[in-house]
């Protein structure tokens, strides 16, 4: 098993967007020092949920004062942005660290996102998959000829060209079943959370989904990433852990429960087919179920290692992504976190 960090940038109350920022920043650094894989910053917009607006940017910010650490998004907004763009920006980003990049893309869920920025979210399926086909195509081809619905470009030069052969490793989010099927039939690396799964179990049953459909594809699937976003917190003990993680859990779940629950049923967001599971999902978000069902991970560091090896052999992850830093969670703790997970958990697990 191989070990990231995301990076939600959560802006709470009382921070400015600076001292955040700055914070994220240096954490993210840091996770290089600390013997983590890879970082992932991920997009999002106008809500206080998230202020990460360029992933890419972001991680250019990084490329220059890391030598080691894997660049990832988690995610990129696909739908809104411009494919040519996410091609060229990242084929820079990969010049710029050296050959680090992972693309990790997604259709996003927030409708406020797509209002605030003038997309039709209903089209965001269409978006999606013809702006994968154009970077793909950008990366490649020797010149890009696409016709697409949305998009069209005939003998297109797009510059410059990343320096991962064929191109960096491109990842993508999940949630519902036809996602993880996409994903598999693509031949793409997987990235998703178990607590959309409900159980390890129900993550089990969705991984399958995604390998059966690389095999089927042709695709091996001893070559593909899994990717697990889990909430992650390793402390002193089981008691004193759980203590000093669930604030920041608990902001999580209210600011996600007002992003979400909100549009949960109207049409207007119809495009998006997996907000009944976002629905049933908020009904069972919850401290307590969050422990149960394998959607956070919290103690002290034996016990945390236990549960990552069983979400491991249970699901076949290969790239855990720690969501710690959520909510305001104080750096000292954060790092406190770190140092456990490099001298306890990460050499029990790799």
């Known amino acids: 098993m191989k070990f990231g960090v995301l990076h939600l940038f959560e802006s709470p109350m009382g921070r400015s967007d600076s001292e955040m920022v700055e914070e994220q920043i240096s954490l993210m650094q840091t996770a290089e020092d600390y013997g983590f894989d890879s970082i992932w910053p991920a997009e999002h917009h106008f809500n206080e949920y998230g202020v990460c607006a360029s992933p890419a940017l972001t991680l250019a910010a990084l490329a220059r004062t890391t030598t080691r650490i894997r660049l990832g998004t988690g995610v990129v907004v696909l739908p809104l942005h411009h494919p040519v763009r996410v091609a060229e920006d990242f084929a820079m980003l990969d010049i710029l660290s050296g050959g680090r990049v992972d693309l990790g893309l997604g259709r996003g869920y927030q409708p406020h996102e797509f209002k605030g920025m003038g997309v039709d979210q209903s089209r965001s399926r269409e978006l999606f998959d013809e702006g994968l086909e154009v970077i793909l195509r950008s990366w490649r081809d020797e010149r890009l000829n696409f016709e697409g619905k949305h998009y069209q470009f005939k003998d297109i030069d797009v510059r410059p060209r990343p320096v991962q052969e064929p191109h960096p490793p491109i990842w993508m989010a999940c949630l519902s079943e036809d996602s993880f099927e996409k994903a598999g039939r693509l031949g793409l690396n997987l990235l998703f959370s178990p607590v959309f799964g409900g159980s390890l179990e129900a993550a089990s049953g969705l991984f399958q989904r995604y390998r059966d459909a690389l095999e089927k594809a042709g695709h091996d699937p001893a070559t593909r990433e899994v990717g697990a976003l889990v909430m992650t917190y390793a402390g002193r003990t089981q008691e004193q852990a759980r203590e000093e993680f669930a604030p920041s859990v608990h902001w ?99």
């Open 252 to 350: 999580y779940l209210r600011t996600y429960s007002k992003v979400v629950a909100p549009h949960v049923g109207e049409p207007a967001v119809a495009g998006y087919e997996n907000y009944t599971l976002l629905r049933d999902v908020t009904k069972v978000l919850q401290w307590d179920q969050l422990l149960q069902v394998g959607a956070a991970v919290c103690g002290e560091p034996e016990y945390v290692t236990e549960q990552l090896a069983e979400m491991r052999d249970k699901i076949g992850i290969t790239t855990l992504l720690c969501w710690t830093r959520m909510g305001g969670l104080p750096t000292d703790l954060v790092l406190g976190h770190m140092e456990a997970m490099r001298d306890h958990v990460m050499p029990a697990l790799r």
